[in-house]
């Protein structure tokens, strides 16, 4: 059976030994219109019991999928378990930012997914206990829009003067997710929003 990979949610300076995952359990209806499909890989964790045993390796992620130094500002851009890695950044961030003594780079994320409370990751759970106070968060629900937004590209477009203003000092963009419907669609919103700016993208489609 081909190996599953999914995104460590977490950061080495939170604790070196213990490495959280950000898994979707894939249960839905079959394409095929007959039965329900099921995740391997996600159904055997979801009903896993504390103290299971499973088999697992880390491998490290490319090169270009790290977060920069801490002067540089972050454009986060995911749509559900694709939040998984920029958790992990802001984390990290802010963990290191408090080891040198210094303040970081301000941060957005945006996040988009099908409601508030059907799927959005972590709404009252963050690493610290709460999002860092230098990181904003934008979020679309494809199922309840709000204000026409709809999807994340549309949040990260009504935010698009935020968005050039951080460009403008650097950023760097991240985008993790969908990779055939999500990643192209913000990509066209990034190269609209930023005309005066070239925009440094690094994708990486959702895990799992």
């Not at 984390?91 to 945006?110: I, K, M, N, S, Y």
């Not at 409601?115 to 963050?126: I, K």
């Not at 610290?128 to 829009?145: D, K």
């Not at 990779?179 to 929003?193: I, K, W």
């Amino acid at each position: 059976m081909t190996p599953r990979q999914y995104s460590i949610s977490s950061s080495p300076r939170w604790n070196p030994e213990h490495a959280t995952l950000t898994v979707a359990v894939l249960n839905e209806p079959a394409r095929s219109g007959a039965g329900t499909y099921e995740g391997a890989a996600s159904n055997h964790l979801a009903q896993a019991l504390p103290g299971s045993k499973v088999a697992v390796t880390v491998r490290p992620s490319n090169v270009a999928f790290h977060p920069p130094e801490l002067d540089v500002p972050l454009v986060l851009v995911c749509a559900g378990s694709g939040i998984a890695p920029f958790r992990g950044f802001l984390q990290d961030r802010a963990l290191a930012a408090a080891e040198q003594g210094v303040r970081t780079a301000p941060a957005l994320l945006f996040f988009g997914c099908h409601g508030p409370e059907s799927d959005q990751l972590y709404r009252t759970s963050w690493p610290s206990g709460r999002r860092p106070e230098w990181s904003t968060c934008g979020r679309a629900y494809s199922a309840e829009p709000v204000g026409g937004v709809r999807y994340v590209q549309d949040r990260l477009w009504a935010d698009r003067a935020e968005v050039a203003e951080l460009v403008e000092r650097g950023a760097t963009v991240f985008v993790c997710g969908d990779g055939q419907r999500m990643a192209p669609a913000v990509h066209r919103t990034c190269a609209g929003s930023t005309r005066r700016s070239p925009v440094r993208t690094r994708s990486r489609p959702r895990s799992g």
